[in-house]
């Protein structure tokens, strides 16, 4: 068995690199906190790879793969049971989560080398982005539920520093401090969903709570609260953590907002990462979903069909270029959420689990660049609006290809990475639910029509007049969306099935002519769609939208979605609840105890006059007394 | 006949052997030089305190009427150490031009009431106690009066002198009752007829209130505030210490010995005395802007906790009230000293004339504070301590509820001691009370104070000695 | 002489030295000096503690001495720790210290400033290592009342009638802790024998349980005024905000853990039967204390005030994982007593250096501070994230202990007052980012305030000493729960077997 | 022992006289006045302890001494008294019980 340990290194050179910088790097050139902050990235994306290498075919052995725990120390101990541990757990899906994140970082950092040059702050941004993947690291590698929350929360507490990078821009802050409560709320689901399971199986571990035929989960099903079992509500609660970080429907509200960051942020947290830390979630319980809490999965498979239909229509109407890409984003988790959802467990019956994990991959590829893409044009134009922008493809070359590719692989026309993955998807869906892959297979015509719409109107179009003459980017930042581009175009050929399955042993699995062809077809559509509508310049698309009416209207609203939200916050919670408190307790609780002492006080005046000064009144309150004390006692003795 | 007569009496024998001395010699002394006479006069009595401090075998006196042990000698000296004390802190009163043709006149009455406190707490029977108690209530109204160009100390003697004799008829009355049902006089004959009879019921309510009426138990104690407020800062500081001590002393020593079989009837009047004396003086103390009268309601609220106290029988009701009266006499000699020391350097006596206090005189006020924590029953200063086991002895007797309304009481009464403090460190005022240094005596007279705040809490065998001497009473 | 005497000998000292110094410099210098060897001590203490344990002492208490106070009433001073009472000292020591460096500049009265701060330090200590209710009881009130001076002399605002609020309330809580005591005492020798206050002696005995159904609440009540109980919390807030700032951060950071520590100690140790019955009462009142601090805490104005109501509700939750009975909860409450502690002292710590900068408290007149004074901003940016539970801090570590140890209770009512309590941790990051949103970040909105000063060197000391110790027990809390958790378990197994 | 009166008989008269002597005081205005009923009611004890002493324990004196001791006692109150209401009577001029009322609340 090969010695894995070194792969705590991973994680905690990121960490290193975050508490050097965090701490000296005031001190330094700003340079030489993005170089330390880069090149240590770089040595832990190297390690990832070899890690990978190594789990995956130097160790391999037919029977499928291991799960491998080279380091678990003891963290904090509740009981002789229950017990959290910091560890690595290497299995395939989180190999394969600790390639996405150390490219995509590391990616991520070259590309900010340039991106943010000059910016002030550049040492806290490299911090940050540090703090971040060691942190998302951390959830990759966690070895039980518990570590996992833990760095869960971390991975939100550095979105939050991260989307607030900017923060003497308020709509920056804003969007840090929605995005934190949000995926909070969220994650209170989720820590009562692992409480409950907790409690009942007595464990937090991963490899204890998989096992299969377990008999952990004999109490946890045995019970009910509202007629539904135990373990449907810890899981269903689990997954609205999920949720909350995969920005599903309801909990979505976050990400665009989220987009207020630097965009290499984007790229990295709300493309490529942390919102598939959801996606990771599911799949790392996906046996206790399967065997436990199969209705839970199939609701899993409905919150993602509906997202991925209700984020790509709203794309379709938005004008900010990074709007449309974070819709795009809720959109394709939503893809993998559903992947999830329909799947069975082992062999074909797991063919959804694979593609979830698949399009999980490639889907970072092709998204980061997108974002990349947007960033480098943004850096360009100084602006985010797609009306500021047009014909771009003869100022930004190879913007404009790497741009194309990510298009393309977003649409899922071969040979391009998308493609396959979300091939599978709907083929997965199409044996497992039907509505489903509908809901799906429309999704993926409006993809391809919004994200060719986004192309045609940043590369093609009018030539808008500039301020500033556009201009390729530096080195610096084309290299990584090379990079990735060719990911986006080659990553479609990793043979998934063969290294992350549902039970670790591959199975074999084949193009589906059936569902593969149409996909290709709506996908088509949907490019020669946007192709007549945005190419040259017109006015189509402005007509179509007026005759949709209030439709349009509501879409491009986002259904209003935020607007529901800001009522019940600001309405109910803050101005219904939280104000009524605090002039409750100022008014009627600590009015009552400064009462106590007003009337004591007041009292005290009223029997002021007790006290008159006349000698005869003394007297006689002095007899009066006596008297009154003894008849008194006579009676409470009694003599009555 | 033999020596022991002397030495069991030696306390009201010196007393009245100082008392003599000093009218004599006042009489052929000058009124230029009369001021010589405090000096004379304090360390007569020092030596008189000092010689006290001897002990003596226990014994009885004139069959039965008087009775000196080891408790009643620890009480008379806790006696003498605050006559003492009050008459350290009289120094810058009796200096004041009008006072001194009257140095010696003050000295023998003072020590005069205090004799008859003496007796008062070594009685064995109703006549000795009668006599004692009167021989310290009527000199005190003429103190009371000492300032006789002033209305309001006139006024005070008049209310004192008038009422107290009410009070001792009344008293007297609920004796003869007594005598009747009983046919003695002598405390140890009377408890063994006691019964919960109507007529001794009547005679022990009667008798109560007349002992109410000295300590200053509510609804007894309306004469309090006036007469407090009219005397001179020293008598009322002796008032509120000395005679009200001895006063509940012989009481409780009454009550445990002479109606120790119908515990019934005291301890259920005792409850409702004491909840009326500790609310009632409270809630008038809450708004009193007059030192004297301040500090006269916060005894009546004291004397409600001591009675709380009381009801805890047996010898750690006695220990705790003892020892509790043993803190009092510092604590609130104390806080006299300091309203004293200010009263004769600028004849400020209102709390709200106290404002800024502490930026001038920086001393003062900390020992004020202290006196004032200690009344309120704050740790670490003995007055904490004191109530701490007056609630302890009522506890042993399961008086949970007794206690809640003390405590209750105790924190009311920490809002108008805080008032004071807050007075003087708090506040601001433009015209502050000016520094002055105080005289020697009135020094000496607080680091006593001070000395013992500090001490007695933490003097464990304080407490246990005076636990050994009451354990022999009962 | 048992050198647990030395922490309240060392602050005595410390005060006795103080008299003598003439000004603020040495003044300060006595306290620095002096607290400085305190939390040396303290330090000290701690390795001592586990050296001794690793020795194999399983006592339950260590470094016991037993001195005859009032013998006649078997009142002793009787002084001895657990793990639990060490990692309260060691949070008293460094909270105090902190607290010295916080009032460096302390101009006003300076000298009586920290002869009554060192003087509430003694209480505390005192409290902390009595095992003898009488003794306790006397630290206890020996640690209220200099509030009172150190609110109406040195705090701002309506400070006379926030420090009397406080202090009566306090008392009047210590009041009914008086009778609950007594209480306790005459009900310790059920088979006859003499009545004790020690406390480990109480547990040997079975107090009858009526007298514990009477003497419970008012035990409870009594420590829990001070632990901000519902509806008994509001000195807090006014309280809070009139106090200077080493004045909050020692109430707020060990001075509310008293109480919890009482009840703790006290009420639930001593009487547990009638703990167990009368839970639900206080459940509910401290379910509501939780989510109503929280929720009162959002739309405050004043920082103080936000920082009080947040410390109702976080020691709300103290106070309900003590209720909860069981192993976990109250290892999780005892980790919260000394991560509330540390984090709301740091919290108070720089609210006093951003008032005394920005002279203002009020939220709606700054922002932007993190632009002007990077190092105290980012400070609170992190206390902010300690206080809402983010893993790496000890807070988190608290909560989430406390959380799996509410939820060790299957029935419905439990489950329900858990996930109630739970779900303030949505809250408490509302109101945090709220406050961060709008003072440290965004746009400067005081032109004046561009001129402000970063911290100087003690600021800075006195915020570091707090962090390294809240990360500390953040990143590695094992040791802390695991010493916890020891001297937990004779409490437990007396606990249970009264329980069944 | 009277013939033909009864202990009662005497009871009644002392009882009366005390009550009288405190309604004396409560009403009457003139403080001489006030002091005289104060006579009154010590010398209904004094009745008191005559009566009790000589018709239910003739065979001892206490009573009688103890009424000795009263009247000798009240003499000095007396005494007390009407000094200090002759100096009320300086500083008023007059010697009204409503007049005294300078301190009070």
């Not at chain 1, 702050?121 to 951390?138: E, I, K, N, P």
């Amino acid at each position: 068995m090969t010695n894995f340990s070194y792969v705590i290194l991973i994680p905690l050179i990121p960490l290193t690199v975050f508490l050097v910088t965090g701490l000296l790097g005031m001190k330094w050139k700003p340079l030489v906190s993005g170089v330390i902050g880069t090149v240590g990235l770089g040595i832990s994306f190297f390690l990832s790879l070899f890690a990978a290498y190594q789990y995956f075919f130097a160790t391999a052995s037919a029977g499928g793969y291991h799960t491998i725990i080279p380091v678990n120390m003891l963290w904090l101990s509740f009981t002789s049971t229950l017990q959290i541990h910091m560890g690595v757990l290497l299995d395939p899906i989180s190999v394969m989560m600790l390639v996405v994140v150390t490219t995509i970082s590391f990616m991520a950092h070259i590309y900010s080398l340039g991106y943010m040059k000059g910016e002030k702050g550049f040492q806290r941004y490299y911090a940050f982005l540090s703090l971040f993947t060691f942190s998302m690291l951390g959830v990759v590698l966690s070895t039980n539920i518990f570590q996992m929350y833990i760095f869960w929360e971390l991975v939100g507490a550095s979105s939050f520093l991260l989307i607030g990078f900017y923060y003497d821009k308020p709509s920056a802050v804003a969007a840090a401090k929605k995005a934190f409560i949000v995926t909070r709320f969220a994650d209170l689901g989720f820590l009562i969903g692992i409480l409950i399971l907790s409690f009942y199986t007595g464990t937090f571990d991963f490899s204890k709570l998989m096992q299969p035929g377990t008999s952990l989960f004999a109490g946890i099903t045995g019970v009910s609260f509202l007629g539904i079992s135990g373990i449907t509500w810890a899981m269903t609660l689990i997954f609205m953590g999920a949720a909350g970080k995969s920005a599903m429907f309801p909990l979505h509200i976050w990400l665009p907002d989220a987009m207020e960051g630097p965009t290499p942020v984007s790229a990295l947290i709300h493309a490529a990462t942390m919102v598939v830390a959801g996606v990771f979630l599911v799949a790392r319980m996906f046996p206790i979903y399967h065997f436990h809490a199969p209705d839970v999965l199939i609701f899993i498979g409905y919150v993602g069909g509906f997202t991925s239909l209700f984020a790509a229509i709203i794309a379709m109407t938005q004008f900010d270029i990074k709007r449309v890409l974070a819709y795009s984003t809720l959109s394709q988790i939503g893809y993998m959420m559903v992947a999830l959802g329909v799947s069975g467990y082992g062999g074909e019956a797991g063919l959804g689990y694979t593609a979830g994990m698949f399009h999980l991959f490639t889907h970072a590829m092709f998204k980061a660049l997108l974002f990349l893409g947007a960033g480098s044009i943004i850096h360009t134009v100084h602006s985010n609006l797609m009306k500021d922008m047009g014909s771009l493809r003869k100022y930004m070359p190879i913007t404009h290809i790497t741009f194309l590719a990510a298009s393309l692989a977003i649409s899922g026309i071969p040979p391009f990475a998308g493609f396959f993955s979300k091939d599978e998807i709907l083929t997965a869906a199409f044996h497992a639910n039907k509505l489903l892959f509908y809901v799906e297979y429309i999704t993926a015509g409006i993809t391809s029509f919004y994200i060719f719409r986004l192309y045609f109107n940043i590369f093609w179009g009018k030539d808008t007049n500039y301020e500033h003459k556009p201009h390729e980017s530096p080195l610096n930042m084309v290299i990584p969306m090379i990079f990735l581009a060719l990911g986006a175009t080659f990553g479609g050929f990793i043979p998934f099935h063969d290294l992350v399955t549902s039970n670790m042993k591959p199975f074999a699995d084949k193009l589906n002519i059936l569902v593969s062809l149409p996909s290709v077809a709506i996908g088509l559509v949907g490019i020669a769609a946007a192709w007549i509508l945005y190419k040259k310049e017109n006015d189509l698309s402005d007509r179509i939208a007026k005759s949709l009416g209030v439709l349009y209207i509501s879409t491009f609203h986002k259904f209003y979605i935020d607007e529901l939200y800001l009522f019940v916050t600001k309405k109910i919670i803050f101005n219904g609840i939280a104000r009524p408190i605090a002039w409750f307790d100022s008014k009627i609780v600590d009015g009552f105890m400064i009462g106590i002492g007003t009337v004591t006080m007041k009292i005290s005046y009223k029997i002021k006059g007790l006290q008159s000064g006349e000698l005869q009144q003394y007297a006689f309150v002095f007899i009066a007394g006596t008297i009154i004390l003894a008849l008194f006692l006579l009676y409470t003795l009694g003599f009555h | 006949m033999d020596f022991k007569y002397i030495l069991l009496m030696r306390h009201e024998l010196l007393l009245l052997l100082v008392a003599l001395i000093i009218l004599m010699v006042d009489l052929f002394t000058s009124d230029k030089k009369k001021f010589r006479l405090i000096k004379f006069s304090l360390l007569l009595f020092t030596i008189a305190t000092l010689v006290g401090f001897i002990p003596v075998k226990p014994g009885v006196l004139f069959g039965g009427a008087f009775q000196g042990n080891a408790l009643t000698d620890f009480f008379k000296d806790i006696l003498n150490v605050a006559v003492l004390i009050v008459f350290l802190q009289s120094d810058g009163y009796l200096k004041k031009i009008e006072n001194t043709g009257k140095t010696g006149e003050f000295f023998v009455l003072i020590i005069l009431t205090l004799l008859g406190m003496d007796f008062m707490v070594s009685s064995g029977d109703f006549l000795t106690f009668f006599i004692g108690l009167e021989t310290a209530s009527i000199p005190v109204a003429g103190l009371v009066a000492f300032d006789r160009f002033k209305s309001r100390s006139a006024e005070a003697g008049v209310k004192l002198i008038l009422l107290s004799a009410l009070s001792s008829g009344v008293l007297l009355f609920g004796i003869s009752l007594i005598y009747g049902a009983t046919g003695s006089i002598y405390f140890s004959d009377i408890a063994k007829h006691v019964t919960a009879s109507p007529l001794i019921i009547l005679g022990f309510i009667f008798f109560l209130s007349g002992m109410g009426f000295k300590i200053s138990l509510v609804p007894f104690h309306l004469w309090t505030a006036d007469v407090y407020e009219g005397a001179p800062i020293n008598i009322t500081a002796y008032l509120s210490v000395v005679s009200k001590g001895a006063a509940v002393f012989i009481l409780t020593i009454i009550l445990y010995k002479v109606f120790k079989n119908v515990t019934d009837l005291w301890e259920t009047s005792l409850y409702v005395l004491a909840v009326l004396t500790m609310t009632v003086g409270n809630l008038f103390a809450l708004r009193q802007d007059n030192i004297k009268r301040f500090l006269a309601f916060s005894s009546i609220a004291q004397a409600g906790f001591i009675m709380v106290g009381i009801m805890g029988t047996g010898s750690l009701g006695m220990t705790s009230v003892v020892y509790f009266i043993l803190i009092y006499v510092f604590t609130n000699l104390g806080a006299f000293g300091v309203a004293s020391a200010i009263s004769s350097a600028s004849g400020v006596e209102t709390i709200s004339g106290y404002n800024g206090l502490y930026s001038t005189n920086p001393r003062l006020s900390l020992i004020m504070m202290l006196a004032l924590f200690s009344l309120a029953g704050i740790p670490p200063i003995a007055g904490f301590f004191g109530k701490f086991f007056l609630f302890t002895s009522a506890g042993s007797q399961g008086y949970f509820i007794l206690i809640l309304i003390g405590v209750l009481n105790a924190t009311i009464s920490l809002y108008y001691y805080l008032g004071v403090v807050k007075a003087m460190f708090i506040n601001k005022s433009d015209t502050p009370i000016p520094y002055f240094r105080s005289s020697n005596f009135m020094r000496l007279s607080l680091l006593l104070c001070v000395a013992g705040l500090f001490s007695i809490g933490f003097i464990g065998g304080i407490f246990e000695y005076i636990m050994s001497i009451s354990h022999l009473l009962f | 002489m048992n050198f647990l005497n030395l922490f309240v000998a060392v602050p005595v000292l410390t005060i006795i030295g103080i008299l003598f110094t003439k000004d603020l410099k040495g003044a300060r210098l006595v306290s620095a000096v002096g607290m400085g060897i305190q939390l040396a001590l303290a330090v000290f203490l701690v390795f001592f503690y586990f050296s001794i344990r690793g020795a194999g002492n399983l006592h339950e208490m260590i470094l016991t001495a037993d001195y005859h106070w009032y013998p006649s009433l078997n009142i002793h001073y009787f002084i001895g720790v657990d793990g639990i009472a060490v990692a309260m000292i060691a949070l008293t020591a460094i909270v105090i210290f902190a607290g010295v460096f916080a009032s460096w500049q302390m101009e006003f009265l300076s000298r009586e400033f920290f002869i009554s701060l060192i003087l509430l330090a003694t209480g505390v200590f005192g409290f902390f290592i009595s095992l003898d209710l009488f003794t306790m009881f006397l630290f206890y009130e020996l640690a209220v009342i200099p509030m009172y001076l150190l609110i109406g002399i040195w705090g701002s605002g309506p400070k006379e009638a926030s420090a009397m609020k406080l202090t009566l309330m306090l008392m009047g809580g210590s009041a009914l802790l008086l009778v609950g005591i007594l209480g306790i005492y005459f009900n310790s020798a059920p088979n006859g024998g003499a009545y004790t206050f020690n406390i480990l002696q109480i547990a040997k005995v079975h107090i009858p349980i009526a007298a514990q159904r009477f003497f419970f609440p008012l035990t409870f009540v009594g420590f829990g005024v001070l632990g901000a109980l519902f509806p008994l919390h509001t000195w807090s807030p006014s309280g809070h905000a009139s106090a200077p700032t080493a004045v909050s951060m020692l109430h707020a950071g060990v001075l509310m853990k008293l109480g919890a520590y009482g009840c703790f100690r006290v009420a639930i140790f001593l009487m547990p039967e009638a703990a167990t019955q009368m839970a639900w009462i206080f459940i509910i009142l401290t379910s509501i204390s939780v989510v109503y601090g929280a929720l009162g805490a959002i739309m405050q104005k004043d920082l103080k005030f936000i920082n009080a109501y947040s410390s109702v509700s976080h020691v709300g939750l103290i106070l309900f994982a003590l209720l909860m009975m069981n192993k976990i909860a109250m290892d999780g409450a005892i980790l919260q007593m000394i991560s509330h502690g540390l984090m709301t002292a740091l919290f108070f710590a720089l609210i006093g250096m951003i008032y005394g900068r920005t002279h203002t408290r009020d939220i709606r007149e700054m922002g932007g501070l993190m632009k002007v004074i990077p190092f105290l901003a980012v400070m609170y940016m992190v206390a902010g994230f300690a206080s809402l539970g983010l893993p790496g801090f000890s807070g988190f570590v608290a909560e989430m202990t406390i959380f799996v140890g509410a939820f060790q209770h299957s029935d419905l009512f439990h489950r329900v007052a858990s996930v109630v309590v739970v779900s303030s941790i949505v809250i408490t990051a509302v109101y945090i980012l709220r406050v961060v949103g709008i003072i440290l970040l965004g746009p400067v909105k005081n032109k004046a305030h561009l001129e402000l000063k970063d911290a100087s060197w003690h600021e800075k000391l006195s915020t570091a000493t707090l962090l390294v110790a809240i990360v500390g027990i953040g990143v590695l809390p094992l040791w802390l729960s695991d010493t916890i958790m020891g001297s937990l378990h004779p409490i437990m197994e007396r606990l249970v077997a009264y329980l069944h | 022992m009277i013939q033909g009166i009864s202990i009662y008989h005497f009871l009644i008269v002392s009882s009366l006289m005390f009550f009288i002597g405190i309604a004396g005081f409560i009403i009457r205005q003139n403080l001489i006045t006030i002091l005289l009923s104060i006579e009154l009611i010590l010398n209904s004890v004094v009745i008191n302890f005559l009566v009790f002493n000589r018709y239910l324990y003739p065979n001892q004196l206490q009573g009688h001494f103890f009424s000795l001791f009263i009247v000798g006692v009240a003499a000095a109150e007396a005494s007390v008294a009407i000094a200090l209401i002759i100096n009320i009577y300086r500083r008023i001029r007059n010697i009204e019980a409503d007049n005294v009322n300078e301190m009070k609340y």
